[in-house]
């Protein structure tokens, strides 16, 4: 399957600090990306679509100006976590698809700490 | 809101053929079924999809019904690595995932 790496897989900050997270399609050009948030036991829930060179799309609920999503190429999408504090810690992963509606590749996660 | 409806937990032995249901009644003609699975604390992974025909992998073979209102995902052999939360998904374009099933292979 196509690989689609995420960085970094771990981060600790301070409250208040803004933390980004790059999300890349290795051996393919992903015209839409996803990003997700996971809280422990729970499932994971969609937080903004992004398509190379156009303004994401955001889910109801999800602040667009605190979760900032740059998707600049074919292969990467970075999500900005902005005055973070300690309730957006979480899981937070992104999937990449080669053409829309189709097979989704994932990223493996990047676990959030805000102290 | 996920288009389907999984049972929360399964449990399977070691070796055994795995079976795990999918309900999504509310699905399009063209709408593709796909199903991905999440190992403890990792990104999910792609298995497989179908639109109507059944179809199989390396990884699974996937079940779908006549009215395309069930499938089943089939893991022939399970092993321990293949305890996981599996998720099946209809329309892939708005990717929103249900809370799926977790399968625990046990020896």
């Known amino acids: 399957g196509a690989v689609v790496s995420q960085h970094p897989s771990r981060v600790i900050c301070k409250s208040g600090t803004s933390v980004k997270i790059e999300c890349r399609s290795l051996d393919f050009q992903a015209t839409t990306m996803f990003w997700y948030r996971q809280f422990p036991k729970q499932s994971l829930m969609l937080m903004a679509t992004s398509n190379e060179g156009s303004k994401a799309t955001y889910e109801q609920g999800v602040e667009k100006d605190k979760f900032l999503i740059n998707h600049a190429s074919l292969t990467l999408s970075t999500l900005t976590v902005t005055s973070a504090h300690p309730e957006d810690s979480s899981f937070y992963i992104c999937?990449?698809?080669?053409?829309?509606?189709?097979?989704?590749?994932f990223g493996q996660g990047t676990r959030l700490t805000v102290v | 809101d996920a288009k389907t409806t999984q049972p929360t937990s399964m449990d399977c032995a070691e070796g055994r053929a795995a079976n795990l249901p999918c309900n999504h009644s509310?699905?399009?003609?063209?709408?593709?079924v796909y199903w991905y699975r999440q190992i403890h604390s990792q990104g999910p992974q792609y298995i497989i999809h179908g639109l109507k025909n059944n179809e199989t992998n390396e990884m699974a073979s996937l079940i779908i019904t006549e009215d395309r209102k069930s499938s089943t995902l089939i893991l022939p052999h399970a092993t321990l690595r293949d305890t996981a939360v599996y998720y099946c998904?209809?329309?892939?374009?708005?990717?929103?995932f249900g809370a799926g099933t977790r399968l625990t292979v046990k020896p």
């Open positions: 998904i209809v329309n892939n374009n708005d990717m929103r």
């Open positions: 509310t699905i399009s003609g063209n709408e593709y």
């Open positions: 999937s990449a698809e080669r053409d829309r509606g189709t097979e989704a590749f």
